[in-house]
Protein backbone atom coordinates (compact mmCIF):
# COMPACT_ATOMS: atom_id res chain seq x y z
CA UNK A 1 0.00 0.00 0.00
CA UNK A 2 1.21 3.44 -1.00
CA UNK A 3 0.13 6.79 -0.39
CA UNK A 4 1.69 9.69 -1.94
CA UNK A 5 0.45 13.75 -1.20
CA UNK A 6 1.30 16.41 -3.77
CA UNK A 7 0.36 19.81 -4.64
CA UNK A 8 1.89 21.84 -1.90
CA UNK A 9 3.83 25.35 -1.95
CA UNK A 10 3.78 28.69 -0.67
CA UNK A 11 0.58 30.43 -1.57
CA UNK A 12 -0.09 34.03 0.10
CA UNK A 13 -2.53 34.48 1.88
CA UNK A 14 -6.12 34.69 -0.40
CA UNK A 15 -4.52 32.20 -2.34
CA UNK A 16 -5.45 28.58 -3.93
CA UNK A 17 -4.08 24.88 -3.63
CA UNK A 18 -5.14 21.69 -4.71
CA UNK A 19 -3.61 18.74 -3.14
CA UNK A 20 -3.75 15.57 -4.69
CA UNK A 21 -3.21 11.78 -2.75
CA UNK A 22 -1.96 9.09 -4.83
CA UNK A 23 -2.86 5.94 -4.00
CA UNK A 24 -1.66 2.41 -4.80
CA UNK A 25 -1.76 -1.53 -3.49
CA UNK A 26 -5.48 -1.78 -2.16
CA UNK A 27 -9.30 -1.45 -3.47
CA UNK A 28 -9.44 2.56 -3.67
CA UNK A 29 -12.99 2.66 -4.40
CA UNK A 30 -14.11 0.27 -1.27
CA UNK A 31 -12.55 2.95 1.26
CA UNK A 32 -13.02 6.56 3.01
CA UNK A 33 -9.91 8.32 2.69
CA UNK A 34 -8.75 10.92 5.67
CA UNK A 35 -6.21 14.42 5.23
CA UNK A 36 -5.13 15.43 8.54
CA UNK A 37 -2.51 18.00 8.71
CA UNK A 38 0.41 18.77 11.35
CA UNK A 39 1.52 22.48 12.16
CA UNK A 40 5.09 23.40 13.25
CA UNK A 41 5.15 22.11 17.03
CA UNK A 42 1.45 20.80 16.98
CA UNK A 43 -0.54 17.19 16.82
CA UNK A 44 -2.10 15.33 13.45
CA UNK A 45 -5.34 16.88 13.63
CA UNK A 46 -8.18 15.80 11.46
CA UNK A 47 -9.66 17.95 8.92
CA UNK A 48 -11.41 16.06 6.08
CA UNK A 49 -13.20 12.38 4.96
CA UNK A 50 -14.48 11.48 2.06
CA UNK A 51 -16.74 8.18 1.45
CA UNK A 52 -15.63 4.94 -0.79
CA UNK A 53 -18.27 6.84 -3.65
CA UNK A 54 -17.38 10.32 -3.17
CA UNK A 55 -21.20 11.20 -1.87
CA UNK A 56 -20.93 11.76 2.16
CA UNK A 57 -17.63 14.85 3.00
CA UNK A 58 -17.52 15.50 6.54
CA UNK A 59 -14.83 18.91 7.51
CA UNK A 60 -13.25 20.05 10.78
CA UNK A 61 -15.00 23.63 11.84
CA UNK A 62 -11.05 24.76 10.63
CA UNK A 63 -11.69 24.54 7.20
CA UNK A 64 -15.35 24.33 6.62
CA UNK A 65 -16.68 26.57 3.89
CA UNK A 66 -13.11 27.01 2.10
CA UNK A 67 -11.53 23.44 1.78
CA UNK A 68 -13.60 20.70 -0.50
CA UNK A 69 -12.44 17.69 -0.77
CA UNK A 70 -13.28 15.05 -3.89
CA UNK A 71 -11.78 11.72 -5.30
CA UNK A 72 -11.25 10.37 -8.77
CA UNK A 73 -12.21 6.55 -7.91
CA UNK A 74 -10.83 5.59 -11.80
CA UNK A 75 -7.27 7.44 -10.94
CA UNK A 76 -6.96 6.49 -7.27
CA UNK A 77 -6.93 9.63 -6.06
CA UNK A 78 -8.61 11.99 -3.63
CA UNK A 79 -8.15 15.94 -3.67
CA UNK A 80 -8.00 18.91 -1.48
CA UNK A 81 -9.00 21.91 -2.74
CA UNK A 82 -7.95 24.79 -0.67
CA UNK A 83 -9.80 27.64 -1.37
CA UNK A 84 -9.13 31.35 0.80
CA UNK A 85 -5.67 29.74 3.03
CA UNK A 86 -4.71 31.47 5.92
CA UNK A 87 -1.21 31.81 7.84
CA UNK A 88 -2.35 29.40 10.14
CA UNK A 89 -3.55 26.46 7.49
CA UNK A 90 0.30 26.09 7.09
CA UNK A 91 1.12 22.88 8.25
CA UNK A 92 2.07 19.38 6.75
CA UNK A 93 -0.69 17.41 4.98
CA UNK A 94 -1.15 14.10 5.29
CA UNK A 95 -4.01 11.58 3.73
CA UNK A 96 -4.96 8.43 5.75
CA UNK A 97 -5.97 4.41 4.58
CA UNK A 98 -6.47 2.28 7.61
CA UNK A 99 -4.02 4.16 9.83
CA UNK A 100 -1.56 4.29 6.57
CA UNK A 101 0.22 7.25 5.98
CA UNK A 102 1.48 8.90 3.24
CA UNK A 103 5.11 11.33 3.58
CA UNK A 104 2.98 14.58 3.74
CA UNK A 105 3.29 17.75 1.42
CA UNK A 106 4.08 20.84 2.83
CA UNK A 107 1.74 23.72 2.62
CA UNK A 108 2.80 27.13 3.82
CA UNK A 109 0.82 30.18 3.87
CA UNK A 110 2.62 33.35 4.08
CA UNK A 111 2.96 36.77 2.26
Known amino acids: VQLVESGGGLVQPGGSLRLSCTTS????????IYWYRQAPGKGREWIST????????DYADSVKGRFTISRDNGKSTVYLQMNSLKPEDTAVYYC?????WGQGTQVTVSS
Open 25 to 32: GFTFSSYP
Open 96 to 100: NHLGL
Open 50 to 57: INRLGTIT
